[in-house]
Every structure is written in structure tokens, then in C-alpha cells.
């Protein structure tokens, strides 16, 4: 199983250009977030999926845009880049073991963005 | 009040010290916890589950107190391999479920 993948792992974009985030997990999760992680800070929610065709805002939605039209993949796009977008994204999944409980998150490898 | 707040540190520790590391949270419908371990802007790597009855993994013993709403990680004998940060991380309970991350907690341990 490949788990959780990331693509792609590194991009440099200029000011205003967009882009996608895709993460992939093959482990039928019901449950799939995007964090965001700056230096010496730590992971910040950005947005979340409960199941496929539902997304949540989290801590820092603001300039991002999600999808979730197939279980399997969490899309997460930036319209118009911003040099306070330059951070490391990290893509995870979990699954539901009961109405109360969630497992632990697993994790992608990470996408370094920086927009210039 | 943050959801789930950890001390940032860095504790610095010699080789062989036993260190302890608290986590709060503030959700009181919270079900699962957690602590993972993250080295240097790599993706976090689950160290352990915390479970109500407290749990060892080798070296590592974690314990939850629901009164008081925090979760522990203790550590005994500390490797030069242990410097990471750990995060604490809180299933919110109710019907969001999300993960809620700590902003972890910076261990160095020193010859």
C-alpha cells in the first residue's frame, strides 16, 4: 500500500499565479485534512473532509479552495498566490472507528511551496 | 483557551535524563489522543496512542487524566535519537471528529 501520497513535493510559484494540491490515500479513509506548517510553528488545519463531497473549514482557510469529489482524493487548491502562502503542506487521512472516535492521522510525505 | 496547548520548550536534556512532557486540551467529549513525533519538517510519525488505562511502548509511557483534561509522554533514558518535537494531538470528539494538533514540544538531548 502506498498510503498517503502528496503531489507534487516541491513548487515554486510566482505572485498571483494558482495552483492544486492533489493528495491520494488508498486506505478507504473516511476522514482527510490539509495542514499547513511554517517555521518553529506548528500544524495549522487548514480544511477537512468528513466523507467524499463534504469539506470543513479549519484554523486558516482564508486563499484556499477544496475538493473532495472521490473518496480516495483531497484536492486543495490555491487561486491566487501570496508569498505568506510559502509553507510546507501536509496531507493526512484517518478513518472513523466509532461516532466518537477518529484513529490517528496518517500522513503524506509533504509539498514545499513558495511563492515568490 | 487553544484546543489543545503544549509547552514549546525546547527541553534540553542530557543523554540517559528522564524528561516528562504535559498536554492539555479543552474539549471534554474528546475520545482519542495521541502523541506523534516530527523531526525537522519531515511529516509527523505516530509514536503512540494514549489510552484511559495508560501504556507503555518501551521507554515511552503515556497516560491520560480525564479530570483534569491532559494527556502525559514520559521518556526515560533519552537517546540522542529522541531530539524531535512531539505533538500531542486530540480527536475533537462530537460530530466534527477532526484531529486537533498541538504545536509541539521541542526535546534535544545532549552527550
Known amino acids: 500500500n502506498a498510503g498517503v501520497t502528496q503531489t507534487p513535493k516541491f513548487r515554486v510559484l510566482k505572485t498571483g499565479q494558482s495552483m492544486t494540491l492533489l493528495c491520494a490515500q488508498d486506505?478507504?479513509?473516511?476522514?482527510m485534512y490539509w495542514y499547513r506548517q511554517d517555521p518553529g510553528m506548528g500544524l495549522r488545519l487548514i480544511h477537512y473532509?468528513?466523507?467524499?463531497?463534504?469539506?470543513a473549514k479549519g484554523e486558516v482557510p482564508d486563499g484556499y479552495n477544496v475538493s473532495r469529489l472521490k473518496k480516495q482524493n483531497f484536492l486543495l487548491g490555491l487561486e491566487s498566490a501570496a508569498p505568506s502562502q510559502t509553507s510546507v503542506y501536509f496531507c493526512?487521512?484517518?478513518?472513523?472507528?466509532?461516532?466518537?472516535?477518529?484513529?490517528?492521522?496518517?500522513f503524506g510525505q509533504g509539498t514545499r511551496l513558495t511563492v515568490v | 483557551r487553544k484546543e489543545v496547548e503544549q509547552d514549546p520548550g525546547p527541553f534540553n536534556v542530557p543523554e540517559g535524563a528522564t524528561v516528562a512532557f504535559n498536554c492539555t486540551y479543552s474539549?471534554?467529549?474528546?475520545?482519542?489522543f495521541f502523541w506523534y513525533r516530527q523531526d525537522c519538517r519531515k511529516e509527523p510519525k505516530l509514536l503512540m496512542s494514549?489510552?484511559?488505562s495508560g501504556n507503555e511502548d518501551g521507554r515511552f509511557t503515556a497516560q491520560l487524566n480525564r479530570a483534569s483534561q491532559y494527556i502525559s509522554l514520559l521518556i526515560r533514558d533519552s537517546k540522542l535519537s529522541d531530539s524531535a518535537t512531539y505533538l500531542c494531538?486530540?480527536?475533537?470528539?462530537?460530530?466534527?471528529?477532526?484531529?486537533?494538533f498541538g504545536t509541539g514540544t521541542q526535546l534535544k538531548v545532549e552527550l
Open positions: 493526512a487521512s484517518s478513518y472513523l472507528i466509532n461516532m466518537l472516535q477518529a484513529s490517528e492521522a496518517f
Open positions: 486506505m478507504n479513509h473516511e476522514y
Open positions: 473532509s468528513v466523507g467524499e463531497g463534504t469539506t
Open positions: 474539549n471534554s467529549a474528546s475520545q482519542s
Open positions: 494514549v489510552y484511559s
Open positions: 494531538v486530540v480527536n475533537g470528539g462530537g460530530g466534527g471528529n477532526k484531529l486537533t
